[in-house]
């Protein structure tokens, strides 16, 4: 191994070194300009971009390759190290408003070569890098530096030949713009020139709901008077969610099932964990059910939910159903190719790039009780929640609700309200589309992409991350809460099969009629 792999290997993780008002120290090592904060005009750090001060997102890739470091660290510097935000910091002008500085970056301390036990490595690779990324739920990041970080693990597990888990500070973006930015650092491992092919984009979504064009005349009066009644709904829809969304804040929250955490205490430890799902069976479901995928996903969830609930409290009135609700992120971001990106950043029109956070978020509600004898009740459910959901501008309100909030309040008050809402609730879930197609990272094949995160105070956080034919189901749980996640990802698999397998009958009774 060369020098700068040994040196690596032993540098500690990153500490704690700024003040928590977000102030950074420059201390001259890898800062750089940071120290002239109050002269350097950088962008505004957004409203949204400060509520999210103690989330961090972590991606965990598996790769196909030993590591080659220089490949690696040549790959990064040139790639993911020039976009602005992974070169700058946070600190306060002189007004005392946080911007975005541009600083140093300095290779040698964001990517991180940990020294892991070798015998806890040869008795159980798996457990020893999931037990590795738990450790960095734990650490804070130092703030005098770009709050991003890459951590190789350079040995083989039962899913690659070695792992990296890379960590990012929510504030750098959220996970669509994380998952762009990645994916236009990587290319098509079939053909390395070009970048890796994506799902199309959706041809249904021509604007926002309210711009829902109105029908010619000769339609006929049904037609237009359906158009009406779709707007009265929209406002109906949208009142009762704002009121939903205020009684959260004030008073309205969730019961305490076995999901919902207790209490909540900066620096509990999360577990990250995840499991491939088939996307061809979630796709042949979609396609029985004349749903959408995300239906599908929702619907998964509740079943494996309602599984492990009903085994672990060992409760024999299966006919009972709880309400639970969760925190569901939505994209805000107009629909934009990856290659119109890459071409806007390889242009010199980066800014014209959103990478920040533009995200809402609905709240669903969550069912949990047993349907054995029809599984797909659990998609039905899901489609029809989440079509309501669809005909209701909360998405909006709650993205300008956070906005004004923080200006009003301030951060200290808008971060204790957030966080108050969010501990109303019990689950924060996502769902977020991948490449069809391998691809490389730094000349390494990419095995499987599992993003999660920690931070919100839920004891569980389920995101879905698609990948050429997989879907990828990973798990953020608090290990208290939690003793057993794999348990837990094995009842998503096992409600796939169920679902999957009703599916099929529904098909074939649709075919002999």
């Not at 790769?63 to 935000?85: C, D, H, K, M, S």
């Not at 970056?105 to 990517?111: A, G």
């Not at 037609?223 to 709904?233: E, I, K, N, T």
């Not at 004349?290 to 085994?311: E, K, P």
């Amino acid at each position: 191994m060369d020098s700068a792999a040994a040196t690596l290997r032993k540098r500690p993780l990153s500490v704690h070194t700024a003040g928590t008002n977000g102030t950074a120290a420059a201390n001259g090592n890898g800062v750089g300009r940071a120290g002239h904060a109050a002269e350097e005009q950088g962008e505004p750090v957004s409203p949204s971009e400060r509520l999210v001060e103690d989330f961090y997102i972590v991606v965990v890739i598996g790769i196909a390759t030993p590591v080659n470091l220089p490949a690696a660290r040549a790959g990064i510097e040139a790639q993911l190290a020039r976009y602005p935000r992974f070169r700058s910091i946070q600190a306060k002008d002189g007004s005392g408003n946080p911007r975005w500085v541009p600083t140093t970056v300095d290779l040698d301390y964001h990517i991180i070569y940990p020294k892991l036990d070798a015998a806890a490595v040869a008795r159980d690779p798996d457990r020893a890098v999931e037990d590795y990324v738990a450790t960095l739920s734990t650490r804070p990041m130092d703030e005098s530096r770009p709050l991003w970080e890459f951590h190789v693990l350079d040995f083989p597990t039962s899913e690659a030949a070695a792992t990296t888990a890379i960590r990012v500070h929510h504030s750098l973006g959220d996970g669509m713009s994380l998952l762009t930015l990645l994916m236009a650092c990587t290319r098509s491992a079939a053909d390395p020139a070009r970048l890796p092919a994506m799902p199309p984009l959706p041809t249904t979504r021509t604007g926002a709901i309210w711009e829902t064009p109105r029908p010619p005349a000769s339609a006929g009066c049904l037609a237009l008077a359906s158009w009406a009644w779709s707007f009265v709904l929209l406002a109906w829809h949208t009142v009762v969610d704002v009121a939903s969304f205020f009684a959260t804040i004030l008073f309205l929250r969730d019961p305490h099932t076995l999901f919902k955490r207790a209490n909540h205490e900066p620096g509990q430890r999360k577990r990250l964990v995840h499991r491939a799902l088939s996307l061809d069976d979630v796709k042949f479901v979609k396609n029985a059910m004349n749903c959408t995928v995300n239906d599908v996903l929702v619907g998964v969830t509740y079943a494996a939910l309602s599984r492990y609930y009903f085994r672990k409290t060992g409760d024999a009135d299966t006919s009972k159903e709880i309400r639970v609700r969760s925190i569901l992120l939505v994209n805000l971001r107009p629909t934009t190719s990856l290659q119109a990106c890459v071409n806007m950043i390889e242009s010199g029109k980066e800014s014209d790039v959103k990478w920040g956070n533009e995200l809402g978020f609905i709240i669903l509600p969550f069912h949990i009780g047993l349907h054995d004898d029809d599984p797909l009740q659990y998609v039905r459910k899901a489609k029809k929640i989440v079509d309501r959901k669809k005909s209701s501008l909360e998405v909006v309100f709650t993205h300008l609700a956070s906005e004004v909030i923080l200006k009003i309040f301030g951060l200290k008050a808008a971060g204790a309200i957030f966080h108050r809402m969010i501990s109303h609730t019990t689950i924060s879930f996502s769902n977020m589309i991948g490449p069809v197609e391998q691809v490389e990272f730094c000349g390494h094949p990419v095995v499987f992409i599992a993003p999660s995160g920690y931070g919100p105070p839920e004891a569980l956080t389920v995101n879905f991350q698609s990948y050429v034919n997989t879907m990828m189901v990973n798990l953020a749980v608090d290990e208290a809460q939690f003793p057993d996640p794999h348990e837990l990802l094995d009842d998503f698999v096992e409600s796939l099969r169920l679902i999957r397998g009703a599916a099929s009958s529904v098909g074939k009774n649709h075919r002999n009629d």
